[in-house]
């Protein structure tokens, strides 16, 4: 009786051992070729990087070159777990779309070091820079005219 429980004990390991390799080699498959230039993500910017509400990614350190040249940028900070985020980005997604407007979005669940580098207390949140700067942000979930505002005021002026 012993002899049994060993032995189903051992194919039990086995078991988890090759759940969690295969589920590893997952991810590291759906992971390659992805926005991020990660080997590995996590599972909820997995299940995103189907959806075109989520393209136009820009990494940390392309932000912050952009920002030291100068150049006018917007940037949607979020994180895919978040649910204002997930509130929020089918409705300013296809609002910048139909404004022209080339928001970029920066994945905070990916890159949580950009939370400081770039001052986010809380997502969504959109920046906009220009001349090295920021000179404006809104941030949480807000209603649809709020979000108009926003771009109108502050950053089709400075693209048209």
């Not at 990494?59 to 985020?85: G, M, Q, R």
């Not at 920021?134 to 108009?148: H, L, M, T, W, Y």
Request: with cysteine; net charge negative; hydrophobic share 40%.
């Amino acid at each position: 009786m012993k002899k049994n429980m060993i032995i189903f004990g051992v194919v039990l390991l086995l078991l988890f051992v090759a759940l969690g390799f295969v589920a590893n080699y997952q991810n590291k498959q759906q992971a390659e070729g992805n926005p991020f230039g990660k080997e590995t993500l996590n599972q909820a910017t997995i299940d995103q990087l189907d959806d075109p509400l989520y393209e136009n990614q820009i990494l940390p350190d392309e932000l912050e070159t952009k920002i030291n040249n100068n150049e006018a940028v917007t940037v949607y900070f979020y994180s895919p777990t978040c649910v204002h985020c997930q509130n929020t980005t089918p409705i300013v997604v296809p609002m910048t779309k139909d404004l022209g407007i080339d928001m970029k979005k920066l994945n905070l669940l990916e890159f949580e070091e950009a939370w400081g580098g770039f001052g986010i207390e809380g997502t969504p949140t959109i920046v906009h820079y220009e001349g090295g700067e920021e000179v404006a942000r809104i941030s949480g979930e807000q209603p649809k005219a709020n979000f108009e505002e926003f771009f109108e005021a502050n950053v089709l002026t400075d693209e048209s």
